[in-house]
């Protein structure tokens, strides 16, 4: 299906406005190819692809094809990151202990400085190791350098001159300890403020080669830091461009490999079948139908795509394949899906308690904070393997009777009794199960809500928040500004691909 797209609408809509930024912001992400890698180390959720639809015929392509186009979806995850995640940072690659390439390095390192320590322990000392070492340090040091910064690029230049430094050194004149000297204080007026203790403590070390190791050491993380710079430096940049960026490459991607919007295709028309069977009481009404009405209009374009949005966070992410478009942003919708789960908890079991409890408690604002606090403490690990639910919730059943007793007991009222307090364990217990009727309300309400809220394009007032969400506000609100957001941005750089899908499907159906 993805190979019978309007390919003329897409490639119109994803017309670059400048050329020149385009190329520039190319340049700026192509010269992070490395950045990336060290990040997807640390882990999103498997993007590993199962139960292809066969939609489109399968085509050979050379190794040039395939390395180019991992190039091209490099730099594309690699923008896209920068702009989504205001926390993105460059880390230094740290090696698994124990691992092959980490005792390789170990001991290349090691024989190296050996080698050196031989050739500074030689009477008279032999000096090309180290003359190539102070190089790469002059290299390092001019690349941290502003344009502006005329003075210390000179003073670079002037003092490790490496021909001058290379007669000293036949001459027998050569004093290794000032050239380390100078380099040490040039790194202090060049560091990040957070670098100054680690070069402070190069000045304790004596001997030569462990203070050029150290030396290199800390250089490495300058580099980081510099990186780290340059990324918040070109951030605006990207964020003006980066949608055109995105949807050229991603067009790119998809001439090469046709069949990269099957699961696209197909999570749409699982949202339009949904919502025109209307299986979920939560279907949107921003299409203008009403959610009851069979003889109500057909769902809109945008209906489908906000309802398709909701079905992510709802997604099997272990047996199911994630949309394309969207698998960028995978893990932050997995972690809005996460957040979501451990909310529906909460606010089913201060739902439970508060109808439970005497009215004038469950009114009282420090009271309700307080108990809300204590069952997110107690819920902090749910997203791990290792949590159980039930055995939370008999925990958080025990401390809400006694809180609530207490409560009740210095405001006048009679405490809960025996039966009560079962009752109330026994209904916080019933919260473990998805099939429990007050935690499928939760669930209904705040999927209600994120609907309301990302059809409402932030517009002034705010959605309502539906009875019962009350003492989760904050939180919910939270979650929804993140999903709309991640929503928005989507929809602007594929919204061309989604209108083309749609207007197929909305069609025959």
Same mark, same amino acid.
């Given at each position: 299906m993805s190979e019978n797209l309007d390919k003329s609408k897409i490639n119109e809509a994803g017309k670059s406005k400048s050329n020149d930024s385009e190329q520039g912001l190319e340049d700026a992400v192509e010269g992070s190819d490395e950045a990336l890698q060290k990040e997807k180390k640390s882990g999103s959720p498997s993007t590993q692809r199962v139960q292809r639809p066969h939609s489109s015929p399968p085509r050979f392509v050379t190794a040039e094809e395939l390395l180019e186009t991992a190039k091209g979806v490099t730099n594309m995850v690699l923008a896209h990151e920068i702009v989504v995640n205001g926390d993105f940072r460059i880390k230094p690659v740290e090696l698994p202990e124990d691992s092959l390439e980490k005792r390789v390095k170990e001991i290349v390192h090691k024989a190296f400085w050996d080698c050196l320590n031989v050739q500074l322990s030689e009477d008279p000392p032999t000096y090309d190791h180290a003359i190539k070492l102070v190089g790469e340090i002059k290299e390092t040091l001019l690349s941290f350098l502003l344009p502006g910064h005329t003075r210390l690029r000179n003073q670079i230049t002037e003092v490790l001159d490496l021909d001058l430094i290379k007669q000293q050194a036949e001459n027998g004149a050569l004093d290794i300890s000032k050239l380390a000297e100078f380099i040490i204080g040039m790194m202090g007026t060049l560091c990040a403020p957070a670098r100054d203790e680690e070069v402070k403590k190069l000045k304790d070390i004596k001997e030569i080669v462990p203070l050029f190791r150290a030396i290199f050491s800390v250089l490495d993380l300058m580099k980081v830091d510099m990186a780290n710079f340059a990324v918040s430096s070109i951030r605006p940049h990207l964020m003006q461009q980066s949608v055109e960026y995105e949807r050229k490459k991603f067009q790119e991607l998809l001439e090469k490999q046709p069949n990269s919007l099957d699961f696209v295709t197909q999570w749409l028309e699982e949202a339009a079948d949904d919502l025109m069977s209307q299986k979920y009481t939560h279907a949107l009404a921003a299409g203008g139908g009403a959610a009851g009405s069979d003889d109500g209009p057909l769902p809109g374009p945008v209906a489908v795509q906000n309802y398709a949005y909701l079905k992510l966070l709802k997604w099997?992410?272990?047996?199911?394949?994630?949309?394309? &478009?969207? +698998?960028?942003?995978?893990?932050?919708?997995?972690? +809005?899906?996460?957040?979501?789960?451990?909310? #529906?908890? +909460? $606010?089913?079991?201060?739902?439970?308690?508060?109808?439970?409890?005497?009215? $004038? /408690?469950?009114?009282?604002?420090?009271?309700?904070?307080? !108990?809300?606090? /204590?069952?997110? /403490?107690? !819920? #902090?690990?749910?997203?791990?393997?290792?949590?159980?639910?039930?055995?939370?919730? &008999?925990? /958080? $059943?025990?401390k809400v009777c006694l809180e609530v007793s207490s409560c009740l007991s210095l405001c006048g009222f009679t405490p809960l009794t025996t039966d009560k307090e079962t009752v109330l364990k026994g209904q916080i217990q019933a919260v473990a199960s998805p099939d429990d009727p007050i935690r499928r309300i939760m669930d209904s309400r705040i999927l209600t809500f994120l609907e309301t809220y990302l059809a409402s394009g932030h517009q002034k007032p705010l959605p309502t928040v539906p009875g019962g969400l009350g003492p989760i506000q904050t939180e919910l609100e939270e979650v929804a500004i993140k999903f709309t957001r991640l929503v928005n941005y989507n929809k602007m750089v594929f919204s061309p691909y989604y209108d083309a899908i749609l207007s197929k499907i909305l069609v025959r159906s």
């Open positions: 099997d992410h272990l047996q199911r394949p994630f949309p394309e &478009t969207v +698998l960028m942003d995978q893990s932050r919708f997995q972690e +809005l899906q996460l957040r979501l789960q451990q909310l #529906t908890v +909460l $606010g089913a079991v201060l739902l439970v308690t508060f109808s439970m409890a005497a009215s $004038g /408690i469950s009114s009282q604002a420090s009271f309700a904070e307080k !108990l809300k606090r /204590i069952v997110k /403490i107690l !819920l #902090t690990d749910m997203h791990l393997p290792s949590f159980h639910l039930k055995d939370a919730l &008999t925990t /958080i $059943g025990e």
